[in-house]
């Protein structure tokens, strides 16, 4: 089974200052993918930034990138320039890429920018 | 195509009673999942659909809980005799068959209180 462990308590970032959020994560598939959500207090979940197992290079999406560390299985998001919108849960998922490609979940990390 | 849309957004019911959710997922997505996620946790998996066959029931799933999918398109899931265990947000996502990226899109879930 996989298991992702997020286990950073609430973390509070100054507006436009970087954050980083940690994730671990165990499968012992070879074939996966690790994927940062946001959630606000709204409740849906927003897609941030994936990355592939066999991808060599560490994904980024505007703002987002993500340090791969295959060998050490981490996964940890990185926000650049926080702004006050970014306050919100994030969490790291993974799938395996075979069956029914459904998502395990980590139990988050709470985010507050403060101006 | 708006995303995918789930309602009611809140539900707040007594104990013993029944309950149903609604979610539409993108027109073009055949895979359909359904996820649970309690406070201060990450959602869970609790089943999916590909077009209208139910793949897989996850063991959070008891004989109180039925979701459907009729013609592939919109998904049902009820609740019999809720239990205050139950109270959760209740999210639905949808998908291609063949995720890449970030091809997983939820819905804003539904909010249910037993009480």
């Known amino acids: 089974a996989q298991k992702i462990t997020q286990t950073q308590p609430g973390m509070f970032v100054q507006e436009k200052e970087a954050v980083t959020l940690d994730c671990t994560y165990d499968?012992?598939?070879?074939?996966?993918?690790l994927f940062w959500y946001k959630q606000p207090s709204s409740g849906e979940m927003i897609f941030l930034i994936y990355?592939?197992?066999?991808?060599?290079q560490n994904a980024t999406e505007g703002r987002y990138s993500l340090n791969f560390q295959k060998a050490r299985k981490s996964a940890n998001l990185v926000i650049s320039a926080s702004q006050l919108g970014d306050s919100a849960m994030y969490f790291c998922?993974?799938?395996?890429?075979?069956?029914?490609?459904?998502?395990?979940f980590g139990k988050g990390n709470q985010v507050v920018v403060i101006p | 195509d708006t995303g995918v849309s789930q309602d009611p957004r809140h539900k707040i019911t007594k104990r013993g009673q029944n309950v149903t959710f609604r979610c539409d997922p993108i027109?073009?997505?055949?895979?359909l999942y359904w996820y649970r996620q309690t406070l201060g946790q990450g959602p869970e998996f609790l089943t999916y659909f590909q077009n209208e066959a139910q793949l897989e029931k996850s063991r959070l799933l008891s004989d109180r809980f039925s979701a459907e999918r009729p013609k592939g398109s919109f998904s049902t899931l009820e609740i019999q005799r809720t239990e205050q265990g139950d109270s959760a947000m209740y999210l639905c996502a949808s998908s291609l068959e063949s995720v890449r990226l970030g091809g997983y899109t939820f819905g804003s879930g539904t909010r249910l209180t037993v009480v």
């Open positions: 990355q592939g197992s066999y991808d060599e």
């Open positions: 027109s073009e997505h055949n895979r």
């Open positions: 499968t012992s598939d070879q074939s996966y993918g």
């Open positions: 998922a993974m799938r395996v890429s075979y069956g029914n490609n459904r998502l395990a």
